[in-house]
Protein backbone atom coordinates (compact mmCIF):
# COMPACT_ATOMS: atom_id res chain seq x y z
CA UNK A 1 0.00 0.00 0.00
CA UNK A 2 1.69 3.18 -0.93
CA UNK A 3 2.11 5.64 1.28
CA UNK A 4 2.59 9.92 1.72
CA UNK A 5 4.32 11.97 3.75
CA UNK A 6 1.80 14.85 4.98
CA UNK A 7 3.35 18.22 6.53
CA UNK A 8 0.97 19.03 9.50
CA UNK A 9 -0.88 21.76 10.10
CA UNK A 10 -0.41 23.12 13.08
CA UNK A 11 2.87 23.63 11.79
CA UNK A 12 2.00 26.21 9.49
CA UNK A 13 -0.58 27.72 11.92
CA UNK A 14 2.73 27.86 14.39
CA UNK A 15 5.36 29.37 12.12
CA UNK A 16 2.23 31.89 10.70
CA UNK A 17 2.45 33.26 14.75
CA UNK A 18 5.57 33.44 15.35
CA UNK A 19 8.00 36.00 15.06
CA UNK A 20 10.71 35.99 12.41
CA UNK A 21 14.22 34.32 12.90
CA UNK A 22 12.58 32.28 15.36
CA UNK A 23 13.48 28.51 14.95
CA UNK A 24 11.82 25.80 16.49
CA UNK A 25 10.79 22.03 16.64
CA UNK A 26 7.56 20.75 16.80
CA UNK A 27 6.58 17.51 19.10
CA UNK A 28 2.69 16.68 18.97
CA UNK A 29 2.08 13.88 20.87
CA UNK A 30 -1.54 12.28 20.94
CA UNK A 31 -3.76 9.25 22.18
CA UNK A 32 -6.41 8.27 19.85
CA UNK A 33 -10.16 8.37 21.69
CA UNK A 34 -9.71 5.48 24.55
CA UNK A 35 -13.09 4.93 27.23
CA UNK A 36 -12.11 6.32 30.51
CA UNK A 37 -13.78 6.71 34.04
CA UNK A 38 -16.99 9.00 33.63
CA UNK A 39 -16.40 12.51 34.00
CA UNK A 40 -19.22 13.24 35.82
CA UNK A 41 -20.24 11.07 39.45
CA UNK A 42 -23.52 9.18 38.81
CA UNK A 43 -26.03 8.68 41.41
CA UNK A 44 -26.09 4.90 43.04
CA UNK A 45 -27.13 2.38 41.03
CA UNK A 46 -27.12 3.88 37.95
CA UNK A 47 -25.43 2.77 34.99
CA UNK A 48 -21.98 5.63 33.89
CA UNK A 49 -22.47 7.51 31.17
CA UNK A 50 -20.07 6.79 28.40
CA UNK A 51 -16.66 8.94 28.16
CA UNK A 52 -13.90 8.75 26.00
CA UNK A 53 -10.52 10.40 26.72
CA UNK A 54 -7.91 12.03 24.09
CA UNK A 55 -4.37 13.45 25.49
CA UNK A 56 -2.38 15.72 23.22
CA UNK A 57 0.59 17.08 24.69
CA UNK A 58 2.88 19.96 22.86
CA UNK A 59 6.59 20.50 23.27
CA UNK A 60 8.61 23.32 21.32
CA UNK A 61 12.68 22.96 20.95
CA UNK A 62 14.80 25.83 20.02
CA UNK A 63 16.96 25.00 17.37
CA UNK A 64 19.63 24.20 16.60
CA UNK A 65 20.13 23.77 20.47
CA UNK A 66 17.16 21.29 21.04
CA UNK A 67 16.28 22.54 24.07
CA UNK A 68 13.05 22.76 25.32
CA UNK A 69 11.45 25.87 25.50
CA UNK A 70 7.59 24.98 26.23
CA UNK A 71 5.47 22.10 26.91
CA UNK A 72 1.70 22.29 27.34
CA UNK A 73 -1.15 19.06 27.99
CA UNK A 74 -4.31 19.13 27.44
CA UNK A 75 -7.04 16.77 27.54
CA UNK A 76 -10.10 16.14 25.48
CA UNK A 77 -13.09 14.66 26.79
CA UNK A 78 -16.43 13.15 24.72
CA UNK A 79 -19.24 12.75 27.68
CA UNK A 80 -23.04 13.32 28.42
CA UNK A 81 -23.82 15.91 30.29
CA UNK A 82 -25.99 15.16 33.56
CA UNK A 83 -28.32 18.03 33.18
CA UNK A 84 -29.27 18.22 29.39
CA UNK A 85 -28.29 14.78 28.30
CA UNK A 86 -26.62 15.39 25.26
CA UNK A 87 -23.19 14.97 23.98
CA UNK A 88 -20.28 17.68 24.91
CA UNK A 89 -16.56 18.32 24.55
CA UNK A 90 -14.22 19.52 27.06
CA UNK A 91 -10.74 20.58 26.66
CA UNK A 92 -8.73 20.23 30.19
CA UNK A 93 -6.19 22.58 29.86
CA UNK A 94 -3.60 19.89 32.38
CA UNK A 95 -0.55 21.11 32.48
CA UNK A 96 1.78 23.92 30.66
CA UNK A 97 5.35 25.29 31.59
CA UNK A 98 8.34 27.28 29.97
CA UNK A 99 11.48 26.49 30.76
CA UNK A 100 13.25 29.90 30.40
CA UNK A 101 15.69 28.83 27.49
CA UNK A 102 13.50 30.84 25.06
CA UNK A 103 15.43 34.17 24.31
CA UNK A 104 14.45 37.42 25.42
CA UNK A 105 14.30 38.83 22.08
CA UNK A 106 11.74 36.36 20.89
CA UNK A 107 9.57 36.48 24.39
CA UNK A 108 7.25 38.89 23.09
CA UNK A 109 7.47 41.36 19.81
CA UNK A 110 5.96 43.94 18.20
CA UNK A 111 4.29 43.08 14.82
CA UNK A 112 5.20 45.26 11.74
CA UNK A 113 1.43 45.43 11.27
CA UNK A 114 0.87 46.70 14.10
CA UNK A 115 3.23 49.01 15.57
CA UNK A 116 1.23 49.95 18.95
CA UNK A 117 0.52 46.32 20.25
CA UNK A 118 3.13 43.77 21.70
CA UNK A 119 2.61 40.31 21.44
CA UNK A 120 3.67 37.94 24.09
CA UNK A 121 4.66 34.59 21.97
CA UNK A 122 3.78 32.02 24.54
CA UNK A 123 0.20 33.57 24.73
CA UNK A 124 0.51 33.15 20.80
CA UNK A 125 1.24 29.80 20.63
CA UNK A 126 -1.10 28.21 24.21
CA UNK A 127 -4.17 30.30 22.01
CA UNK A 128 -3.23 28.65 18.57
CA UNK A 129 -2.87 25.00 19.89
CA UNK A 130 -6.62 25.31 21.75
CA UNK A 131 -7.60 26.71 18.52
CA UNK A 132 -6.03 23.63 16.65
CA UNK A 133 -7.48 21.22 18.76
CA UNK A 134 -10.97 22.41 18.54
CA UNK A 135 -11.24 22.93 15.12
CA UNK A 136 -9.87 19.15 14.38
CA UNK A 137 -12.03 18.09 17.19
CA UNK A 138 -14.91 19.70 15.73
CA UNK A 139 -14.70 18.22 12.26
CA UNK A 140 -14.45 14.91 13.52
CA UNK A 141 -17.41 15.40 15.22
CA UNK A 142 -19.97 17.41 13.93
CA UNK A 143 -22.80 16.65 16.27
CA UNK A 144 -20.88 18.26 19.12
CA UNK A 145 -22.90 21.40 19.90
CA UNK A 146 -21.75 22.29 23.15
CA UNK A 147 -17.84 22.40 24.50
CA UNK A 148 -15.86 23.59 27.47
CA UNK A 149 -12.35 25.43 27.89
CA UNK A 150 -11.48 24.10 31.53
CA UNK A 151 -8.41 25.02 33.76
CA UNK A 152 -6.90 25.84 36.83
CA UNK A 153 -4.41 28.59 37.58
CA UNK A 154 -2.14 27.85 40.24
CA UNK A 155 0.97 29.43 40.01
CA UNK A 156 4.25 27.15 40.72
CA UNK A 157 7.80 27.34 40.03
CA UNK A 158 7.68 24.27 37.46
CA UNK A 159 5.46 22.10 36.39
CA UNK A 160 7.15 20.24 33.08
CA UNK A 161 10.56 20.91 33.44
CA UNK A 162 12.44 19.47 36.69
CA UNK A 163 14.86 22.29 37.89
CA UNK A 164 13.76 25.00 35.87
CA UNK A 165 13.33 27.23 38.76
CA UNK A 166 17.30 27.46 38.70
CA UNK A 167 17.56 29.19 35.38
CA UNK A 168 17.38 32.63 35.57
CA UNK A 169 15.81 33.61 32.32
CA UNK A 170 12.81 31.68 33.77
CA UNK A 171 10.20 34.23 34.16
CA UNK A 172 8.08 32.81 37.00
CA UNK A 173 4.23 34.54 37.31
CA UNK A 174 3.05 35.02 41.26
CA UNK A 175 -0.66 33.57 41.24
CA UNK A 176 -2.51 37.45 40.37
CA UNK A 177 -0.04 37.39 37.22
CA UNK A 178 -0.97 33.83 36.41
CA UNK A 179 -5.45 34.03 36.57
CA UNK A 180 -4.69 37.20 34.15
CA UNK A 181 -2.29 35.76 32.04
CA UNK A 182 -4.71 32.88 31.69
CA UNK A 183 -7.68 35.24 30.97
CA UNK A 184 -6.04 36.74 28.51
CA UNK A 185 -5.21 33.26 26.48
CA UNK A 186 -9.06 32.56 26.35
CA UNK A 187 -10.24 35.69 25.82
CA UNK A 188 -9.70 35.98 22.07
CA UNK A 189 -11.38 32.05 21.86
CA UNK A 190 -14.29 33.61 24.03
CA UNK A 191 -14.41 36.81 21.52
CA UNK A 192 -14.29 34.62 18.32
CA UNK A 193 -14.99 30.57 19.39
CA UNK A 194 -13.99 28.14 16.35
CA UNK A 195 -17.22 26.45 15.30
CA UNK A 196 -17.75 23.76 12.70
CA UNK A 197 -17.83 25.18 9.10
CA UNK A 198 -20.64 23.18 8.36
CA UNK A 199 -22.95 25.02 11.11
CA UNK A 200 -25.46 28.01 10.31
CA UNK A 201 -26.50 29.01 13.47
CA UNK A 202 -25.44 31.37 15.90
CA UNK A 203 -23.13 30.75 18.61
CA UNK A 204 -23.41 31.51 22.58
CA UNK A 205 -20.40 32.09 24.19
CA UNK A 206 -19.59 32.63 27.84
CA UNK A 207 -16.53 32.81 30.10
CA UNK A 208 -16.28 32.77 33.69
CA UNK A 209 -13.54 33.20 36.44
CA UNK A 210 -14.14 32.45 40.10
CA UNK A 211 -11.03 32.46 42.48
CA UNK A 212 -12.44 30.42 45.92
CA UNK A 213 -12.17 33.04 49.14
CA UNK A 214 -11.44 35.94 47.16
CA UNK A 215 -14.33 39.06 47.21
CA UNK A 216 -16.21 40.38 43.85
CA UNK A 217 -14.40 43.62 43.70
CA UNK A 218 -11.31 41.95 43.86
CA UNK A 219 -11.68 39.07 41.58
CA UNK A 220 -12.91 41.62 38.97
CA UNK A 221 -9.40 43.38 38.69
CA UNK A 222 -8.34 39.98 37.26
CA UNK A 223 -10.47 40.37 34.57
CA UNK A 224 -9.10 41.50 30.90
CA UNK A 225 -9.91 45.22 30.76
CA UNK A 226 -13.13 45.41 28.84
CA UNK A 227 -14.69 43.54 31.35
CA UNK A 228 -12.80 44.94 34.73
CA UNK A 229 -13.87 48.44 32.90
CA UNK A 230 -17.07 47.71 30.89
CA UNK A 231 -18.37 51.20 29.88
CA UNK A 232 -15.21 52.30 28.64
CA UNK A 233 -15.27 49.53 25.79
CA UNK A 234 -18.65 49.54 24.51
CA UNK A 235 -18.08 47.91 21.17
CA UNK A 236 -16.94 44.33 22.90
CA UNK A 237 -20.25 42.66 23.58
CA UNK A 238 -18.86 39.97 25.75
CA UNK A 239 -17.93 40.63 29.09
CA UNK A 240 -16.59 37.79 31.45
CA UNK A 241 -18.63 36.76 34.53
CA UNK A 242 -17.59 36.38 38.07
CA UNK A 243 -18.63 32.69 39.31
CA UNK A 244 -19.25 29.16 37.55
CA UNK A 245 -21.19 27.40 34.67
CA UNK A 246 -22.60 24.80 37.14
CA UNK A 247 -26.19 24.69 37.72
CA UNK A 248 -28.18 22.14 39.06
CA UNK A 249 -32.08 21.06 39.08
CA UNK A 250 -34.71 19.06 41.06
CA UNK A 251 -33.56 15.66 39.78
CA UNK A 252 -29.48 17.11 39.58
CA UNK A 253 -27.51 17.44 43.02
CA UNK A 254 -24.49 19.57 43.37
CA UNK A 255 -22.48 15.86 43.14
CA UNK A 256 -23.47 14.88 39.41
CA UNK A 257 -22.52 18.51 37.71
CA UNK A 258 -18.84 19.49 38.11
CA UNK A 259 -16.95 17.24 36.49
CA UNK A 260 -13.93 14.87 37.62
CA UNK A 261 -10.22 16.12 36.46
CA UNK A 262 -7.08 14.42 37.10
CA UNK A 263 -4.96 16.35 39.64
CA UNK A 264 -7.61 18.98 39.88
CA UNK A 265 -8.40 20.43 43.75
CA UNK A 266 -11.80 20.37 43.26
CA UNK A 267 -11.68 16.82 42.30
CA UNK A 268 -9.49 15.99 45.52
CA UNK A 269 -12.30 17.77 47.22
CA UNK A 270 -14.91 15.34 45.59
CA UNK A 271 -13.40 12.44 46.38
CA UNK A 272 -12.91 13.32 50.49
CA UNK A 273 -16.42 14.06 50.17
CA UNK A 274 -17.50 11.26 48.34
CA UNK A 275 -15.52 8.57 50.31
CA UNK A 276 -16.10 10.54 53.61
CA UNK A 277 -16.35 7.70 56.65
CA UNK A 278 -15.85 5.26 54.13
CA UNK A 279 -13.01 2.39 55.11
CA UNK A 280 -10.28 1.42 52.86
CA UNK A 281 -11.44 -1.48 50.94
CA UNK A 282 -15.26 -0.96 50.71
CA UNK A 283 -15.83 1.66 48.66
CA UNK A 284 -18.50 -0.49 46.56
CA UNK A 285 -20.69 -1.86 48.72
CA UNK A 286 -20.05 0.32 51.15
CA UNK A 287 -23.63 2.46 52.13
CA UNK A 288 -22.06 5.78 53.37
CA UNK A 289 -20.22 6.22 50.03
CA UNK A 290 -21.73 9.83 48.97
CA UNK A 291 -23.30 10.54 52.45
CA UNK A 292 -20.47 13.53 52.78
CA UNK A 293 -22.14 15.33 50.10
CA UNK A 294 -25.34 16.05 52.48
CA UNK A 295 -23.52 19.18 53.50
CA UNK A 296 -23.27 20.33 50.06
CA UNK A 297 -26.57 22.06 49.14
CA UNK A 298 -25.73 23.76 46.60
CA UNK A 299 -23.07 25.03 44.21
CA UNK A 300 -22.12 28.11 45.90
CA UNK A 301 -21.56 25.70 49.27
CA UNK A 302 -19.36 23.45 47.30
CA UNK A 303 -17.20 26.70 46.68
CA UNK A 304 -17.33 27.87 50.10
CA UNK A 305 -15.72 24.70 51.27
CA UNK A 306 -13.40 25.30 48.91
CA UNK A 307 -12.23 28.49 49.89
CA UNK A 308 -11.70 26.92 53.10
CA UNK A 309 -9.04 24.22 52.10
CA UNK A 310 -5.25 24.27 51.95
CA UNK A 311 -5.08 24.48 48.34
CA UNK A 312 -6.87 27.75 48.10
CA UNK A 313 -6.05 29.74 51.48
CA UNK A 314 -2.38 28.51 51.66
CA UNK A 315 -1.47 32.59 51.36
CA UNK A 316 -1.91 31.44 47.10
CA UNK A 317 -5.00 32.03 45.07
CA UNK A 318 -6.18 29.30 42.70
CA UNK A 319 -8.59 30.72 39.76
CA UNK A 320 -10.88 28.46 37.91
CA UNK A 321 -11.68 29.43 34.19
CA UNK A 322 -13.88 27.94 32.12
CA UNK A 323 -15.17 29.16 28.32
CA UNK A 324 -18.48 27.69 27.35
CA UNK A 325 -19.61 27.71 23.93
CA UNK A 326 -22.72 26.22 22.05
CA UNK A 327 -24.71 26.40 19.32
CA UNK A 328 -28.64 27.89 19.06
CA UNK A 329 -31.20 25.52 18.99
CA UNK A 330 -28.69 22.71 20.25
CA UNK A 331 -31.57 20.75 21.93
CA UNK A 332 -33.66 20.59 19.09
CA UNK A 333 -30.46 19.22 17.04
CA UNK A 334 -29.57 17.14 19.75
CA UNK A 335 -32.98 15.54 19.94
CA UNK A 336 -33.77 14.31 16.10
CA UNK A 337 -29.76 13.15 16.03
CA UNK A 338 -31.52 10.92 18.69
CA UNK A 339 -34.60 10.09 16.32
CA UNK A 340 -32.66 9.61 13.65
CA UNK A 341 -30.59 6.72 15.18
CA UNK A 342 -33.77 5.11 17.03
CA UNK A 343 -35.31 5.09 13.69
CA UNK A 344 -32.15 3.62 11.71
CA UNK A 345 -32.10 0.59 14.53
CA UNK A 346 -35.81 0.31 13.96
CA UNK A 347 -35.04 0.01 10.49
CA UNK A 348 -32.40 -2.12 11.16
CA UNK A 349 -34.13 -4.47 13.05
CA UNK A 350 -37.40 -5.46 10.78
CA UNK A 351 -34.72 -5.83 7.69
CA UNK A 352 -33.48 -8.10 9.79
CA UNK A 353 -36.51 -9.93 10.40
CA UNK A 354 -38.11 -9.77 7.16
CA UNK A 355 -34.51 -11.38 5.50
CA UNK A 356 -35.74 -15.05 4.81
CA UNK A 357 -32.77 -17.36 6.39
CA UNK A 358 -31.01 -19.54 3.67
CA UNK A 359 -29.54 -22.88 4.27
CA UNK A 360 -26.19 -21.12 3.67
CA UNK A 361 -26.87 -18.70 5.73
CA UNK A 362 -27.67 -20.88 8.42
CA UNK A 363 -24.28 -22.33 7.32
CA UNK A 364 -22.40 -19.56 7.45
CA UNK A 365 -23.59 -19.00 10.60
CA UNK A 366 -22.86 -21.87 11.92
CA UNK A 367 -18.94 -22.09 10.66
CA UNK A 368 -18.80 -18.07 12.12
CA UNK A 369 -19.77 -19.70 15.91
CA UNK A 370 -17.10 -22.71 15.28
CA UNK A 371 -14.59 -20.45 14.05
CA UNK A 372 -15.71 -18.13 17.90
CA UNK A 373 -15.71 -20.94 19.29
CA UNK A 374 -12.09 -23.05 18.56
CA UNK A 375 -10.09 -19.70 17.33
CA UNK A 376 -7.11 -21.66 17.25
CA UNK A 377 -8.09 -23.55 14.16
CA UNK A 378 -6.86 -22.13 11.02
CA UNK A 379 -10.43 -21.54 8.68
CA UNK A 380 -9.43 -22.23 4.88
CA UNK A 381 -13.11 -20.61 3.47
CA UNK A 382 -14.05 -17.33 5.38
CA UNK A 383 -16.74 -17.36 2.53
CA UNK A 384 -19.43 -19.77 2.42
CA UNK A 385 -21.18 -19.31 -1.49
CA UNK A 386 -24.94 -19.05 -1.67
CA UNK A 387 -25.30 -18.68 -5.47
CA UNK A 388 -25.40 -21.76 -7.88
CA UNK A 389 -23.03 -24.34 -7.37
CA UNK A 390 -20.01 -24.69 -10.02
CA UNK A 391 -19.92 -27.46 -12.45
CA UNK A 392 -17.35 -29.98 -11.58
CA UNK A 393 -15.08 -29.99 -14.22
CA UNK A 394 -14.40 -33.79 -16.10
CA UNK A 395 -10.58 -34.56 -16.43
CA UNK A 396 -9.73 -33.02 -20.18
CA UNK A 397 -11.46 -29.52 -18.66
CA UNK A 398 -8.47 -29.68 -15.80
CA UNK A 399 -5.80 -30.62 -18.02
CA UNK A 400 -6.83 -27.78 -20.62
CA UNK A 401 -8.05 -25.33 -17.82
CA UNK A 402 -4.92 -23.63 -16.63
CA UNK A 403 -3.93 -24.00 -12.73
CA UNK A 404 -5.11 -20.53 -10.96
CA UNK A 405 -3.71 -19.65 -7.47
CA UNK A 406 -6.69 -20.94 -4.75
CA UNK A 407 -8.44 -17.57 -3.20
CA UNK A 408 -10.79 -17.18 -0.41
CA UNK A 409 -13.13 -15.05 -2.48
CA UNK A 410 -16.22 -16.50 -4.18
CA UNK A 411 -15.89 -16.01 -7.96
CA UNK A 412 -19.12 -16.69 -10.32
CA UNK A 413 -19.34 -19.26 -12.84
CA UNK A 414 -19.55 -18.39 -16.45
CA UNK A 415 -21.67 -20.48 -19.49
CA UNK A 416 -20.56 -20.16 -22.56
CA UNK A 417 -23.83 -19.01 -23.98
CA UNK A 418 -22.93 -15.81 -22.52
CA UNK A 419 -20.37 -13.86 -23.36
CA UNK A 420 -17.49 -13.08 -20.64
CA UNK A 421 -17.95 -10.00 -18.81
CA UNK A 422 -15.47 -7.42 -18.73
CA UNK A 423 -13.87 -7.51 -15.38
CA UNK A 424 -14.58 -4.47 -12.81
CA UNK A 425 -11.82 -2.17 -12.56
CA UNK A 426 -10.91 -2.69 -9.07
CA UNK A 427 -10.79 0.67 -7.33
CA UNK A 428 -7.54 2.36 -6.29
CA UNK A 429 -6.63 1.90 -3.16
CA UNK A 430 -6.24 5.26 -1.35
CA UNK A 431 -2.60 6.17 0.01
CA UNK A 432 -2.61 5.37 4.36
CA UNK A 433 -1.07 8.62 5.29
CA UNK A 434 1.82 8.01 7.48
CA UNK A 435 2.62 10.03 10.69
CA UNK A 436 3.86 13.66 9.15
CA UNK A 437 7.00 15.00 10.68
CA UNK A 438 5.87 16.54 14.17
CA UNK A 439 2.88 14.53 15.39
CA UNK A 440 3.23 11.26 16.83
CA UNK A 441 0.56 8.93 17.76
CA UNK A 442 0.93 6.36 20.85
CA UNK A 443 -1.21 4.33 23.32
CA UNK A 444 -2.64 5.82 26.45
CA UNK A 445 0.32 3.67 28.42
CA UNK A 446 2.89 5.14 26.50
CA UNK A 447 1.78 8.59 26.97
CA UNK A 448 1.73 8.58 30.60
CA UNK A 449 5.25 6.77 30.68
CA UNK A 450 6.29 10.04 28.78
CA UNK A 451 4.69 12.37 31.03
CA UNK A 452 6.64 10.75 33.66
CA UNK A 453 9.96 10.44 32.30
CA UNK A 454 9.35 14.41 31.43
CA UNK A 455 8.52 15.28 35.32
CA UNK A 456 10.49 12.86 37.20
CA UNK A 457 13.79 14.78 38.60
CA UNK A 458 16.19 11.46 38.48
CA UNK A 459 15.66 11.22 34.96
CA UNK A 460 15.20 14.52 33.72
CA UNK A 461 17.09 17.48 34.45
CA UNK A 462 16.60 21.31 33.00
CA UNK A 463 19.02 23.26 35.41
CA UNK A 464 21.39 24.09 32.76
CA UNK A 465 21.74 23.74 28.65
CA UNK A 466 23.99 20.83 28.50
CA UNK A 467 21.73 18.70 30.62
CA UNK A 468 18.32 20.39 29.49
CA UNK A 469 19.32 19.09 25.74
CA UNK A 470 20.22 15.93 27.35
CA UNK A 471 16.96 15.44 28.98
CA UNK A 472 14.88 16.66 25.63
CA UNK A 473 16.77 14.49 23.01
CA UNK A 474 16.20 11.42 25.38
CA UNK A 475 12.29 12.30 25.68
CA UNK A 476 12.50 12.87 21.55
CA UNK A 477 14.25 9.20 21.83
CA UNK A 478 11.94 7.40 23.81
CA UNK A 479 8.56 8.99 22.05
CA UNK A 480 10.36 7.74 18.75
CA UNK A 481 10.52 3.88 20.05
CA UNK A 482 6.87 3.79 21.48
CA UNK A 483 5.86 5.05 17.76
CA UNK A 484 7.41 2.51 15.99
CA UNK A 485 5.90 -1.08 15.34
CA UNK A 486 6.22 -3.71 17.68
CA UNK A 487 8.15 -5.84 15.14
CA UNK A 488 10.62 -3.39 14.99
CA UNK A 489 11.53 -2.89 18.49
CA UNK A 490 14.71 -4.30 19.86
CA UNK A 491 16.53 -4.07 23.03
CA UNK A 492 19.32 -2.09 22.35
CA UNK A 493 20.41 1.43 21.79
CA UNK A 494 19.10 3.49 19.02
CA UNK A 495 22.20 5.22 18.11
CA UNK A 496 24.21 1.69 17.94
CA UNK A 497 22.27 -0.81 16.57
CA UNK A 498 23.16 -4.45 16.63
CA UNK A 499 25.73 -5.76 14.60
CA UNK A 500 26.06 -8.44 12.07
CA UNK A 501 28.25 -11.59 13.11
CA UNK A 502 31.91 -12.24 12.05
CA UNK A 503 31.11 -8.46 9.83
CA UNK A 504 32.58 -5.03 11.59
CA UNK A 505 29.36 -2.36 11.23
CA UNK A 506 30.11 0.59 8.93
CA UNK A 507 27.44 2.75 9.21
CA UNK A 508 26.73 5.19 5.98
CA UNK A 509 24.88 7.98 4.93
CA UNK A 510 22.19 5.46 3.20
CA UNK A 511 21.47 3.21 5.97
CA UNK A 512 19.02 3.83 8.41
CA UNK A 513 19.74 1.82 11.79
CA UNK A 514 17.67 -0.49 13.34
CA UNK A 515 14.94 0.90 15.98
CA UNK A 516 15.01 0.52 19.58
CA UNK A 517 12.58 -0.07 21.79
CA UNK A 518 11.59 1.06 25.49
CA UNK A 519 15.27 0.98 26.98
CA UNK A 520 18.03 3.72 28.06
CA UNK A 521 18.56 6.43 25.65
CA UNK A 522 21.90 7.04 26.90
CA UNK A 523 24.56 5.87 24.17
CA UNK A 524 26.93 2.76 25.09
CA UNK A 525 30.59 3.07 25.13
CA UNK A 526 31.58 1.47 21.74
CA UNK A 527 33.49 -1.69 22.07
CA UNK A 528 36.10 -3.07 20.03
CA UNK A 529 34.98 -6.05 17.43
CA UNK A 530 36.42 -8.86 15.66
CA UNK A 531 36.17 -8.42 11.87
CA UNK A 532 37.12 -12.43 11.09
CA UNK A 533 37.03 -14.78 13.79
CA UNK A 534 39.90 -16.68 11.51
CA UNK A 535 42.37 -13.87 12.18
CA UNK A 536 43.43 -12.16 15.55
CA UNK A 537 43.03 -8.42 13.31
CA UNK A 538 40.97 -6.30 15.32
CA UNK A 539 38.42 -3.81 13.99
CA UNK A 540 37.44 -0.97 16.01
CA UNK A 541 33.25 -0.94 15.54
CA UNK A 542 32.80 2.47 14.05
CA UNK A 543 30.27 4.74 15.70
CA UNK A 544 27.56 5.89 14.23
CA UNK A 545 27.07 9.47 13.72
CA UNK A 546 24.75 11.60 15.70
CA UNK A 547 21.95 11.05 13.17
CA UNK A 548 18.16 12.47 13.35
CA UNK A 549 16.37 9.51 12.14
CA UNK A 550 15.45 9.20 16.08
CA UNK A 551 14.72 13.34 15.44
CA UNK A 552 10.92 12.91 14.45
CA UNK A 553 10.16 17.33 15.05
CA UNK A 554 9.08 19.40 12.24
CA UNK A 555 11.74 22.40 12.33
CA UNK A 556 9.62 25.81 11.92
CA UNK A 557 10.81 29.29 11.69
CA UNK A 558 8.43 32.18 12.29
CA UNK A 559 6.94 34.30 9.68
CA UNK A 560 6.36 37.48 11.67
CA UNK A 561 7.82 40.90 10.85
CA UNK A 562 8.95 42.38 13.81
CA UNK A 563 9.66 45.99 13.92
CA UNK A 564 13.01 46.91 15.65
CA UNK A 565 14.43 50.24 17.16
CA UNK A 566 16.18 51.72 13.93
CA UNK A 567 19.84 52.44 13.98
CA UNK A 568 20.98 55.85 14.53
CA UNK A 569 23.17 57.77 11.73
CA UNK A 570 26.22 59.35 12.50
CA UNK A 571 25.04 62.71 11.99
CA UNK A 572 21.72 61.81 14.47
CA UNK A 573 24.27 60.49 16.70
CA UNK A 574 26.22 64.15 16.54
CA UNK A 575 22.99 66.04 16.76
CA UNK A 576 21.79 64.03 19.84
CA UNK A 577 25.15 64.67 21.55
CA UNK A 578 25.55 68.13 20.65
CA UNK A 579 21.23 68.29 22.42
CA UNK A 580 23.25 66.90 25.97
CA UNK A 581 25.74 69.13 25.85
CA UNK A 582 25.62 72.53 28.06
CA UNK A 583 27.72 75.12 26.24
CA UNK A 584 27.05 78.19 27.59
CA UNK A 585 26.81 78.45 31.05
CA UNK A 586 29.32 76.86 33.27
CA UNK A 587 28.41 73.11 35.29
CA UNK A 588 28.50 73.94 39.21
CA UNK A 589 30.12 70.63 40.87
CA UNK A 590 28.78 69.57 44.09
CA UNK A 591 31.21 69.70 46.45
CA UNK A 592 32.27 66.10 47.51
CA UNK A 593 32.06 65.33 51.11
CA UNK A 594 34.66 62.66 51.22
CA UNK A 595 37.30 65.63 50.70
CA UNK A 596 39.80 65.11 53.14
CA UNK A 597 39.42 67.28 56.62
CA UNK A 598 43.00 68.02 57.20
CA UNK A 599 42.77 69.68 53.85
CA UNK A 600 40.09 72.01 54.59
CA UNK A 601 41.09 75.45 56.56
CA UNK A 602 39.64 75.73 59.71
CA UNK A 603 38.13 79.18 61.58
CA UNK A 604 39.45 79.81 64.69
CA UNK A 605 37.83 82.50 67.15
CA UNK A 606 39.49 84.92 68.58
CA UNK A 607 40.38 85.00 72.53
CA UNK A 608 37.38 88.04 73.56
CA UNK A 609 34.87 85.89 71.43
CA UNK A 610 35.04 82.88 73.68
CA UNK A 611 32.62 82.47 76.72
CA UNK A 612 33.86 80.55 79.53
CA UNK A 613 31.24 78.50 81.93
CA UNK A 614 32.75 79.65 85.17
CA UNK A 615 33.10 76.53 87.79
CA UNK A 616 30.53 75.13 90.16
CA UNK A 617 33.11 75.21 93.42
CA UNK A 618 33.36 79.29 92.59
CA UNK A 619 29.64 80.32 92.76
CA UNK A 620 29.46 78.29 96.14
CA UNK A 621 31.81 80.61 97.60
CA UNK A 622 30.61 83.85 96.55
Known amino acids: MASTTQETPLAALLESILPKDLNLSVYHTSTPPEETEPLYLTPRGAKPAPTTLE ?37 FVSKADSSGYLPRRFASFTPASD ?6 TLKEITRTFLRYLI ?37 ILDDRQLIRWWCSVLDPLYQSPPTPS ?13 VPGLEAIDVRSLLPPHSKYPTQYPDVKNKWAQGSPFTTTDKI ?64 MVGFVWVVVEREGSDEAAEKVEDKEKEKETTVEKQQEDVPVKEGDTISKEKEEATEAEPSKEVKDSTTITEEPKAVPTTEEKKEAPTEPATSEPTNSITETEPAAEPAAEPEEE ?20 YDLLTDDKRTDFMNLTVATKSTKNWIKKVYSFSQP ?91 QAVNTINVLPVRKKRNASVDMGKQEVTVLGAGLVRKKPKVEEEKKD
Not at 115 to 120: E, L, N
Not at 508 to 532: H, I, L, W, Y
Not at 550 to 574: C, F, L, R, Y
Open 55 to 91: SHFLGLSLLPESVFVYGIEILIYISTHPTSGRKESTF
Open 115 to 120: PTSKVS
Open 135 to 171: DTHLKKNPDIAKYTISLFARAQNQYLFPDSVSVPTKH
Open 198 to 210: TSDKEVKAKAYLL
Open 253 to 316: SVREVIPHFPDDPKARFMDELEFEGVPDGAWEDDPRVGQGWKKVTNVGVFWEFMSMRQECSAGR
Open 431 to 450: PTPTPAHGESLITSDAFSSL
Open 486 to 576: KESRIKTDPLHPPEKPHEAKVSTVDEEPAVCGEVPVEAAPTKPVKANLDTDKVVEAVKPTEDTFWDWGQPISGKVEVTTAPAATPAESQSA
